[in-house]
C-alpha cells in the first residue's frame, strides 16, 4: 500500500513516469500481485486525496513529464522541456518530502507550456485522441473543467463565494463564462486527457506483470467539489448552496464530542429515485483505473450520522437510514464483475455485517487492533481472521510498525500483561525486525489477501507516517528516496510469500 505521490523522482513528487514503472517492477519482483492506492483526484483541502475537487477527474500533478516530452519531441515539446527531452528537475526539493506550493508552482508551468504547444500546432498528435477523449468523458468533463476553470479566476475560493449567477449555476451565466475561460476550460479538458493517456499506459504494463491495482472511494465528496457544485439537488444545501447537514461520527470511546468531518450529506431519496445513477457512473469510473476498489465508510450505506449544520462538534446528530441492499443490488446489476473491499472498521452493528456479509464483499482487519485489551480487539488477531479478508498491518490513518511499538514501548513501561507485552508474546518476545514479524503474522493468517504500507516492508519509524487523523499540517507529504528497496527486501519478501502460499 502506497500513494503514486510517495514515489521519489527529481520533480518534487511521485508520479506516472519511470519511478512507476519501476516499482511494478519491485513487486513482481517480490511476488506481489496487488498495489492497494488511496484517491487519485486532484487535491483540494490539506492537499488530502480524500478531500479531492472531483470524484471523477485525475490529480494532474500525477502527471509525467518526462513521458509528456517524449511523445511531443516531434511536434515540439522538445523545445518547452529542454533539449535533452526531459524537464529539469525541481531544485531545491527534499527527497523525502512533497513541497506542494513548489511542485504546483512548477509543474504547472510546464504543463502550460504543453498545452500552449498543443493549442498552436494544428496537426498535434494529441488532437484526434483528444477530441475523443472529451466526447467519451462529456458526463464529469465539462462541469469539472468548468469549475476548475472558475476557480482558478476566482485565485481558488470555493464555489459558494462565486457570483450568485454562476454559483448557482444559470443557464445564461454559464454560457458567458464558458465563452469568457474557454482556453482555461480547453486546458482543464487537456490535462485530463494526459492524466488519462498515462494512466491507461501505466496500468496496461501492470497488467502484462500480474500486478492488480486497488483503488479507494471515499463515501463523502468534499463541500468544495465540481460534484456538488454541478449536482446541489443531491445533497442537503440551502438556495445558497450552504450545507444544511454535515457529516460526521457520533461520540465514542475514543473520542467525547464525536468526529465533525463536514461534507455534505447525500438526498439519498432523490439518488434512489435516478436509480443512482450518480454513484453507479462514480463507481464505473474509478474501475477504468483499477482492478478492485475498496468503499470507505461501509457502515454509511447502512446508516449515517447527520449533524445539523450550526453544530460546532458532532455531538448533536442523529442515525438517519442509508440505501442499503438497494444500493448494492442496483449497483451489482450495472457492474457484475466488480471486485469490493468494504472498509467495516470500527463499532459495527450486526445489521452493517449482515449487509456486508448479504453480498458477500470482504472485510478489513487491522493487526495493530489485535492486541489491544479490550475483548473486541480479538476478531482482528491472526486466528480469528477468516479467508474473506484484507489483513493489514496498518492503514494509511495508522503510525508505522516501527512507531506504533515505540508508542507502546513508552506507554507501558512497567511490566505487565498489556497490549505491548501481548504483541511482543505473539512474535516470540523479540523486539528485533519486528515489522517483519509483523508481515509474517498477516501472511499466515486465513485472510485471503494481506496488505502492507511500504513503510512497514522498510522497517521505518514514525518519520514515514504519512497521515495523523484530526491533524491539518504535514500529512500527505512522505515521500520513499530513491534506492530505498533493495534487492535482499524483495528476495525475503518473496520467501515469506511462498511460504505461506501467497505467491
Known sequence: MMPIASLPGPHGIG??????YKFVDSLKNSGQTWWQMVPIGPLGYGNSPYQILSAFAGNPLLINLDFLAREGVKSGLRTILGNNVRSPDLTPSPADKIDYGAVI?????????????FVLQKHHPYKQPYALFCRENQFWLKDYAIYGAIKNHYHGSPWWDWDEDIRLRKPRALKIWTEMLSQQI???SFLQFVFHRQWDAFRSYARKRGIGFIGDIPFYVAHDSADVWAHPHLFYLDKNGQRQLLAGVPPDSFSADGQLWGNPLYRWDLLRKKRYDWWIRRIQKILVHFDAVRLDHFIGF??????????KTAKHGR????????FFHTLLKQCPHIQIVVEDLGSLTKDVEALRDQFDFPGMKILQYAFETHPGAEVNRPYNISQRTLVYTGTHDNNTILGWTEELRKKYKKKGWNQYSLALAYNQGKEKEFHWDMIRLGMMSSADICIFPIQDVLGLGSEARINRPGTADGNWEWRLKTGMIKQKTERRLK????TYSRI
Do not use: N
Open 302 to 311: 447502512y446508516h449515517y450520522w447527520a449533524v445539523p449544520a450550526k453544530e
Open 15 to 20: 508520479d506516472l513516469g519511470d519511478t512507476a
Open 186 to 188: 480547453q486546458f482543464q
Open 495 to 498: 520467501k515469506l510469500a511462498e
Open 319 to 326: 442515525w438517519v437510514k442509508g440505501p442499503q441492499a438497494h
Open 105 to 117: 508552482q512548477f509543474k504547472m508551468q510546464k504543463l502550460i507550456d504543453a498545452f500552449r504547444s
